[in-house]
């Protein structure tokens, strides 16, 4: 049950586009199509900003996408915000039935 | 409105135990799997284990097994866990929340302290 790779951060400039990976192996990233993405806020619960690889719940932006190639997952944010400013957390079902997150990465808009 | 809300978080010393609920309104519990993640101070989410409708399938992170429970009460709406032999490296922020493979909804969180 390794955690996930993620880069630790991140920045990007208001307006421009930041993509942030997430690595993991064929028994849980590549073997599923079960990578969800969270954003987190200081003091705050997670948010789920992307569901099973691409898929955005109700209420996010169409400015968060999600795509996977092989064992690695990303998250691109286009049009970044102020408020964009968080942590973002991937995670994904294992071969063993479990979950598996992330380190974490910590975006910074500059 | 859905609302998740944890209790039970406390300080506890090295081997004793603790029993976190979740209370669930807003959403009929008996129809998702719902889980429980964890956050140390300053660290990062951690899944912690997560229990299937009718609580016929458990699942555990290899650093808990034998020493956590999951159970549920589909008639009182709520998700429990049970934390035995409790160690430092327990302390964290423990979030419930619906679902298995994401999670839509999560509780507030409740702080479980392990220190002598």
């Known amino acids: 049950q390794s955690a996930l790779t993620q880069p630790a951060s991140v920045s990007g400039s208001p307006g421009q586009s930041i993509t942030i990976s997430c690595t993991g192996t064929?028994?849980?990233?590549?073997?599923?199509?079960?990578v969800s993405w969270y954003q987190q806020h200081p003091g705050k619960a997670p948010k789920l900003m992307i569901y099973?690889?691409?898929n955005r719940p109700s209420g996010v932006p169409d400015r968060f996408s999600g795509s996977k190639s092989g064992n690695t997952a990303s998250l691109t944010i286009s049009g970044l915000q102020a408020e964009d400013e968080a942590d973002y957390y991937c995670?994904?079902?294992?071969?063993?039935?479990?979950?598996?997150f992330g380190g974490g990465t910590k975006l910074t808009v500059l | 409105e859905v609302q998740l809300v944890e209790s039970g978080g406390g300080l506890v010393q090295p081997g004793g135990s603790l029993r976190l609920s979740c209370a669930a309104s807003?959403?009929?519990?008996?129809?998702?799997?719902m889980s429980w993640i964890r956050q140390a101070p300053g660290k990062g989410l951690e899944w912690v284990a997560t229990?299937?409708?009718?609580?016929?399938?458990?699942y555990f992170v290899d650093s808990v097994k034998g020493r956590f429970t999951i159970s549920r009460d589909n008639a009182k709406n709520s998700l429990y866990l049970q934390m035995n032999r409790l160690r430092d490296e327990d302390t964290a922020v423990y979030y419930c929340?619906?679902?298995?493979?994401?999670?839509?909804?999560w509780g507030q969180g409740t702080l479980v302290t392990v220190s002598s």
């Open positions: 099973e690889v691409t």
């Open positions: 807003g959403l009929t519990l008996s129809s998702y799997w």
């Open positions: 995670s994904s079902y294992t071969s063993s039935s479990t979950t598996v």
């Open positions: 064929s028994s849980d990233v590549g073997g599923y199509k079960y």
């Open positions: 229990i299937k409708q009718d609580g016929s399938e458990k």
């Open positions: 929340a619906k679902g298995a493979t994401s999670s839509n909804y």
